[in-house]
């Protein structure tokens, strides 16, 4: 195994398997590598600028935020992540800031959704994926705005489950809720559900 082999299996070794061309070209590697490595069948490539150990399971959501960075898991895909809702999600939903350009993303069978500048970063948290791996998703208050929001979309029966999941929680944040129903201008909406719930 030559050096360059070595730098790139420690880099899989502490990314659950997983290297991107970014990481492989910050630490001083040829990207040439990376084919090497594909064509001895050590690694496979998954999408564009992202490979992973043949063993990997594919962690589509972690692949999804590598390719659209810009993108935060959102709204029923946010829900489920939560565990919120027993629904798997048939297709991802993300959303990026206002004046993203969504044409690649509705592409890859992702519901995309836009929020203003000055929404966008507003509970943005970091979880694991299914598949153990670092990915962007809205905290559970930020979720609830959002849904409540588009309300006419989602399914209502998935809102009152989710409502009343969260007033049973023991680290619900009310106040944070409130807070960002007014940003989202939700917040009377927000506040009927937990007049009726709490």
Known sequence: MTNNEAKIQNILKVNNGIVTTTQVTDAGIPRRCLGDMVASGRIYRVARGIYALTEVWEDEMFFMQYRFAKGIFSHETALYLHGMTDRTPAHYTMTFPFGYNTGVVKKQGIIAKLSTIDTYDLGIIVM???GGNPI?????ERTLCDIVKARH??????????MKTYTGLKE?????L???AELIGVKPKVLKYMEVLL
Do not use: C, W
């Open 172 to 176: 619900k944040d009310i106040a944070k």
């Open 153 to 162: 979309r989602a399914d209502i029966q998935v809102i009152n489950q989710a």
């Open 136 to 140: 962007k998703v809205y905290d559970i």
């Open 128 to 130: 694991s994926s299914p």
């Open 178 to 180: 409130m807070n960002y």
